[in-house]
């Protein structure tokens, strides 16, 4: 018999209010297994913002570097 099917007997057994005492712990469970799974590959992924983004740098054209002309900042804050 599997662990699986032990649990489903046992859980049959007991009463109702038990039964979703018993599925709240399997989703608990559940949920743990998925934030730490996200965790994970967060730490899998070590890979910084500009290189994701490397292949869109460039791609629209605009005015110069705004970082370079303060002129684009007259009239805000006034």
């Not at 599925?23 to 998925?34: A, I, Q, T």
């Not at 934030?35 to 605009?62: D, F, H, P, R, W």
Request: hydrophobic share 35%; net charge negative; aromatic share 6%.
């Amino acid at each position: 018999m599997t662990v699986e099917e032990i649990i489903i007997d046992k859980v049959k057994i007991l009463p109702p209010d038990k039964q979703q005492e018993a599925l709240d712990f399997v989703e608990f469970l559940l949920e743990k297994m998925r934030k730490q799974g996200l965790s994970n590959q967060i730490k899998k992924s070590s890979i910084s913002a500009l290189t994701m983004a490397q292949e869109y740098v460039g791609c629209v054209e605009a005015a110069d570097d705004l970082s370079t002309n303060k002129d684009y900042m007259n009239g805000y804050g006034t």
